[in-house]
């Protein structure tokens, strides 16, 4: 029977792929031939290529090479894929001729034909097209612009338009060292979750609300009505501070404590694009969840899912001295700018939409309404309301929120027992033709014969905002929402406004609409209670990352977020303490 006997084998000391150079068997007729090292992620190609007229390796040699990538490829004909591993090797096996004619040059002294107008030329625009580039906003007729991204359709595209996702925003609270990081959550997983939920049942009311005025419903266009700034006194105090939760609390009458306005952001998290925090104190088997003064909640937000929403201008580089001094104020179109403007339209509208003469009272008033005031009251109701989120019969997690009523529709029953209770909120327009419009088109002219097409834009730029004002008026067991469309009288002027329409939708239907879901919203609260349950006692905040769709939760200590006047009062309670 035939042996076999195994030939040796020379491994490759510098570990890379083929035989070394400096360890080929004496036998290996082709060790004189250079080696050119491969990745074995390289595509095969074609073993000779004769109708490509780059691929004469003379030229190279004779520094036509420049014209070419790495590979030896055209750069005119292929710019995709990675540069091959050890492709600049390849000239080694080139032909190269004694004689070889590579200096013989040619000198063409026939001038260059004159260029027409490119459309990718650099730095200015060319021919027609320049009134367009001067403009910046308007765009050809048919809605197609020739820029360097190619072939586009709408919206306003700028320079530094691809770097437009690479800007960072900063988190809406500071992140100290000593905060330890507890959990964090992707979005994708918040949109699995889902609870149903029970009807709330009515623990007490408090406050007084005006009728809605129907003129509004019936303004349009062309019968436009100034926005008029009201002074009058709204509360958006956070749970901690309310009078009415404090005294729920030492009954014992639910596990979790909130507002309407915070529990919408947590069950509208994953549409949430800007950052935000909410600070949960647990004491006991209760847990608070609570706002920030000045916190991200106090205001509105404008085209927050908007593919290129509004920014704020970058700040100064302190390491940059001659940057300050040329630091321009913020326009009016900014980010903040118009959050600000959003909020006080928001307000004045609900003051403005109401009769003041005609107003029913709750069971109690309004428990933040103190006697030295003496501004009027804005029209507000406040219904504290109990949910159940216990998934079994042993469990006993409830949820006492305090929902908030803006008015209420003349003859849809008694408001005093939930009936025609309304809701009004406001969507502004601020410049279409502005960065961050979002591809809005002009109220003034679409929203009569197009409001379809401006309710699509409106729900795609606005979906967060919109979903957070649904969920608020369910909440709140509010039969209607009143949306009013505000408008600048000039683009340029932020001062001054008008109302263009009032568009009525039930809570329930319009969420249909938008897509969301109560029970997602709610599988979210009970997951964010049970992991702050299983903590123990003291202070958390939960944080939106400002560029990741991730919220994480932080253990804070106790004198986080605390104003200088709460813990001079604390530190004086103290001394008290140790006094007696």
Same mark, same amino acid.
């Not at 501004?375 to 042993?394: I, Q």
């Given at each position: 029977?035939?042996?076999?006997?195994?030939?040796?084998?020379?491994?490759?000391?510098?570990?890379?792929?083929?035989?070394?150079?400096?360890?080929?068997?004496?036998?290996?007729?082709?060790?004189?031939?250079?080696?050119?090292?491969?990745?074995?992620?390289?595509?095969?190609?074609?073993?000779?290529?004769?109708?490509?007229?780059?691929?004469?390796?003379?030229?190279?040699?004779?520094?036509?090479?420049?014209?070419?990538?790495?590979?030896?490829?055209?750069?005119?004909?292929?710019?995709?894929?990675?540069?091959?591993?050890?492709?600049?090797?390849?000239?080694?096996?080139?032909? *190269?001729?004694?004689?070889?004619?590579?200096?013989?040059?040619?000198?063409?002294?026939?001038?260059?034909?004159?260029?027409?107008?490119?459309?990718?030329?650099?730095?200015?625009?060319?021919?027609?097209?320049?009134?367009?580039?001067?403009?910046?906003?308007?765009?050809?007729?048919?809605?197609?612009?020739?820029?360097?991204?190619? *072939?586009?359709?709408?919206?306003?595209?700028?320079?530094?338009?691809?770097?437009?996702?690479?800007?960072?925003?900063?988190?809406?609270?500071?992140?100290?060292?000593?905060?330890?990081?507890?959990?964090?959550?992707?979005?994708?997983?918040?949109?699995?979750?889902?609870?149903?939920?029970?009807?709330?049942?009515?623990?007490?009311?408090?406050?007084?609300?005006?009728?809605?005025?129907?003129?509004?419903?019936?303004?349009?266009? %062309?019968?436009?009505?100034?926005?008029?700034?009201?002074?009058?006194?709204?509360?958006?105090?956070?749970?901690?501070?309310?009078?009415?939760?404090?005294?729920?609390?030492?009954?014992?009458?639910?596990?979790?404590?909130?507002?309407?306005?915070?529990?919408?952001?947590?069950?509208?998290?994953?549409?949430?694009? /800007?950052?935000?925090?909410?600070?949960?104190?647990? +004491?006991?088997?209760?847990?608070?969840?609570?706002?920030?003064?000045?916190?991200?909640?106090?205001?509105?937000?404008?085209?927050?899912?908007?593919?290129?929403?509004?920014?704020?201008?970058?700040?100064?580089?302190?390491?940059?001295?001659?940057? %300050?001094?040329?630091?321009?104020?913020?326009?009016?179109?900014?980010?903040?700018?118009?959050?600000?403007?959003?909020? /006080?339209?928001?307000?004045?509208?609900?003051?403005?939409?109401?009769? +003041?003469?005609?107003?029913?009272?709750?069971?109690?008033?309004?428990?933040? /309404?103190?006697?030295?005031?003496?501004?009027?009251?804005?029209?507000?109701? /406040?219904?504290?309301?109990?949910?159940?989120?216990?998934?079994?019969?042993?469990?006993?997690?409830?949820?006492?929120?305090?929902? +908030?009523?803006?008015?209420?529709?003349?003859?849809?029953?008694?408001?005093?027992?939930?009936?025609?209770?309304?809701?009004?909120?406001?969507?502004?327009?601020?410049?279409?033709?502005?960065?961050?419009?979002?591809?809005?088109?002009?109220?003034?002219?679409?929203?009569?014969?197009?409001?379809?097409?401006?309710?699509?834009?409106?729900?795609?730029?606005?979906?967060?905002?919109?979903?957070?004002?649904?969920?608020?008026?369910?909440?709140?067991?509010?039969?209607?929402?009143?949306?009013?469309?505000?408008?600048?009288?000039?683009?340029?002027?932020?001062?001054?406004?008008?109302?263009?329409?009032?568009?009525?939708?039930?809570?329930?239907?319009?969420?249909?609409?938008?897509?969301?879901?109560?029970?997602?919203?709610?599988?979210?609260?009970?997951?964010?209670?049970?992991?702050?349950?299983?903590?123990?006692?003291?202070?958390?905040?939960?944080?939106?990352?400002?560029?990741?769709?991730?919220?994480?939760?932080?253990?804070?200590?106790?004198?986080?977020?605390?104003?200088?006047?709460?813990?001079?009062?604390?530190?004086?309670?103290?001394?008290?303490?140790?006094?007696?």
């Amino acid at each position: 029977m035939s042996s076999f006997s195994l030939p040796p084998i020379h491994d490759n000391p510098d570990g890379g792929w083929g035989p070394s150079s400096s360890n080929i068997p004496e036998q290996f007729k082709f060790k004189d031939i250079p080696y050119a090292p491969f990745s074995k992620s390289d595509k095969l190609g074609r073993f000779a290529d004769w109708n490509d007229p780059m691929s004469d390796n003379r030229q190279a040699a004779a520094g036509a090479s420049a014209t070419r990538d790495a590979r030896g490829v055209s750069g005119r004909s292929r710019r995709d894929g990675a540069q091959a591993f050890g492709s600049g090797t390849a000239s080694a096996f080139a032909y *190269f001729h004694v004689d070889d004619e590579s200096s013989f040059s040619l000198v063409d002294n026939k001038a260059a034909p004159p260029r027409r107008g490119s459309a990718f030329s650099r730095g200015r625009a060319t021919g027609r097209g320049s009134s367009f580039a001067n403009r910046g906003n308007q765009r050809p007729r048919g809605g197609f612009t020739n820029s360097r991204g190619g *072939f586009q359709r709408g919206g306003r595209k700028g320079w530094r338009d691809w770097d437009k996702g690479n800007r960072t925003r900063e988190s809406s609270v500071t992140i100290s060292p000593q905060w330890s990081m507890l959990e964090e959550i992707e979005f994708h997983r918040l949109a699995k979750l889902k609870l149903e939920v029970d009807e709330a049942e009515d623990i007490d009311t408090y406050g007084r609300i005006f009728a809605y005025d129907k003129i509004y419903d019936r303004i349009t266009t %062309k019968t436009e009505k100034p926005l008029q700034p009201s002074d009058r006194i709204k509360y958006n105090t956070t749970t901690s501070d309310d009078p009415v939760i404090q005294q729920l609390a030492t009954k014992d009458t639910a596990t979790v404590y909130t507002t309407d306005v915070i529990l919408s952001v947590l069950m509208c998290a994953p549409r949430s694009v /800007y950052p935000w925090d909410i600070v949960i104190v647990r +004491e006991g088997n209760h847990l608070f969840l609570d706002k920030r003064d000045g916190g991200p909640f106090d205001t509105v937000t404008v085209n927050e899912n908007a593919s290129d929403p509004p920014q704020d201008p970058a700040p100064p580089n302190p390491n940059n001295p001659s940057e %300050k001094s040329t630091q321009e104020a913020p326009s009016i179109n900014s980010a903040t700018s118009l959050s600000l403007e959003a909020t /006080y339209i928001n307000q004045n509208f609900g003051f403005q939409a109401v009769v +003041e003469s005609t107003a029913v009272d709750f069971a109690h008033p309004n428990p933040f /309404y103190g006697p030295e005031e003496t501004d009027p009251l804005a029209s507000c109701g /406040y219904r504290y309301r109990v949910f159940d989120l216990s998934v079994t019969e042993d469990e006993d997690i409830k949820l006492c929120v305090r929902t +908030e009523v803006d008015a209420f529709l003349p003859g849809q029953g008694n408001p005093r027992d939930g009936q025609g209770l309304a809701t009004i909120r406001a969507l502004n327009e601020f410049d279409p033709r502005a960065p961050g419009a979002g591809g809005a088109q002009d109220w003034r002219s679409k929203l009569d014969s197009q409001r379809g097409a401006v309710v699509a834009t409106e729900m795609k730029n606005n979906s967060c905002k919109l979903a957070k004002w649904t969920v608020q008026s369910i909440l709140a067991g509010a039969d209607l929402m009143k949306i009013g469309y505000i408008s600048r009288v000039n683009p340029k002027d932020n001062s001054r406004h008008v109302i263009l329409s009032t568009a009525s939708m039930r809570p329930t239907d319009f969420a249909a609409q938008l897509n969301v879901s109560l029970a997602n919203g709610w599988g979210i609260v009970r997951t964010i209670t049970d992991l702050c349950m299983k903590m123990p006692e003291g202070k958390y905040v939960l944080i939106k990352d400002p560029n990741k769709s991730v919220i994480r939760l932080y253990s804070v200590p106790m004198t986080a977020f605390t104003t200088e006047e709460e813990e001079g009062e604390t530190f004086e309670a103290d001394e008290h303490e140790s006094a007696a």
